[in-house]
């Protein structure tokens, strides 16, 4: 998406595993608003974001940090990632990088974008109509309630919680 005027900043609330189907989500946050955005994602990408907003440096890298430096090694930032659309219930999101003021856009999963995102700094993006089609405004009543929840879940939740089993990874 290149009109970013059109784009909401969002925040990664966290990742939980949703119940009873055992997928996880990853939950992003309108910055200035009350909209959220889950995202269903797999497992291994549901582990890689988990990792980085617990800081768990882990014994080898793994592919988000590999991302990183291979993006690192040739000179480039990642400066924006955009969750752009949404068909057939599976979404898309764009990864902007620049090296020396030239940007290339390329397309990603938005999990393998927040998981370096959330790495790099890199901000994210929705566009308006990704959240006025998939966003969830909780009422104003169970705001604080849900949100105490998903943040008292996050609290207690760790990285191994996402390792074995199946979880189904969208495309």
Do not use: C
Request: glycine share 6%; proline share 6%; hydrophobic share 45%.
């Amino acid at each position: 998406m290149s009109n970013e005027g059109a784009a909401v900043p969002l925040e990664v609330v966290g990742v939980r595993v949703e119940l009873p189907s055992n997928q996880p989500i990853v939950l992003l946050k309108e910055e200035t608003g009350n909209r959220y955005l889950p995202i269903w994602i797999g497992a291994s990408e549901a582990t890689a974001i988990a990792t980085a907003l617990e800081n768990v440096e882990p014994p080898r890298p793994l592919t988000h940090d590999l991302m990183r430096s291979v993006i690192d090694a040739v000179g480039a930032l990642a400066v924006r990632v955009v969750i752009t659309e949404m068909r057939d219930s599976v979404f898309f999101a764009d990864l902007t990088l620049d090296k020396a003021g030239e940007q290339a856009t390329v397309s990603a999963r938005p999990s393998d974008a927040i998981a370096l995102a959330v790495r790099t700094g890199t901000p994210i993006f929705a566009s308006a109509e990704i959240l006025d089609q998939a966003g969830v405004e909780f009422e104003e009543e169970s705001d604080e309630d849900e949100v105490a929840k998903f943040r008292e879940f996050l609290e207690e939740v760790t990285v191994e919680d996402f390792l074995g089993g199946e979880h189904p990874d969208h495309p």
